[in-house]
C-alpha cells in the first residue's frame, strides 16, 4: 500500500516562511512527477507547483519567486519551500505523487490527505 504523508503546515503571520514535506512510503517501484496542490473550501483545487524525477520545475504564476519545490529522491520526499507568505496563500495543501508500483508499473496518482496552512496577523 503507497501512502503519502504530509508534515509542517500550521499559522503563520504575512511575510514569514513555512516548508511543508511529503514522504511516499509503501511499495514503491518507482516515483515520477510530483507536486504540491491547494484548494480553498468551495473552490477547486489548483496546482502550485510540480517538478520532475530530475528536477524540472514548474511554478503557479501566483508564487513564482516566493515558493521553491525541491525533491529528495533516496527519501521519497518532496519540499515545498514557502516564503512572503501571503493571506490570500491560506488554504489546505496537497501532495502528489506519480508512483509505479508492482501492478500499475506506468504509475498513477496519489494524494496525501493535505495539511492546513493559515496565513493571518
Known amino acids: 500500500q503507497v501512502q503519502l504523508v504530509e508534515s509542517g503546515g500550521g499559522l503563520v503571520q504575512p511575510g514569514g516562511s513555512l516548508r511543508l514535506s511529503c514522504a511516499a512510503s509503501?511499495?514503491?517501484?518507482?516515483?515520477?512527477?510530483m507536486g504540491w496542490y491547494r484548494q480553498v473550501l468551495g473552490k477547486q483545487r489548483e496546482l502550485v507547483a510540480t517538478?520532475?524525477?530530475?528536477?524540472?520545475?514548474n511554478y503557479a504564476e501566483s508564487v513564482k519567486g516566493r515558493f521553491t519545490i525541491s525533491r529528495d529522491n533516496a527519501k521519497n520526499t518532496v519540499y515545498l519551500q514557502m516564503g512572503s507568505l501571503k493571506p490570500e496563500d491560506t488554504a489546505v495543501y496537497y501532495c502528489n505523487a506519480n508512483i509505479g508500483t508492482a501492478t500499475i508499473l506506468f504509475g498513477r496518482d496519489y494524494w496525501g490527505q493535505g495539511t492546513q496552512v493559515t496565513v493571518s496577523s
Open positions: 517538478i520532475t524525477t530530475n528536477g524540472g520545475t
Open positions: 509503501g511499495s514503491i517501484f518507482s516515483i515520477n512527477a
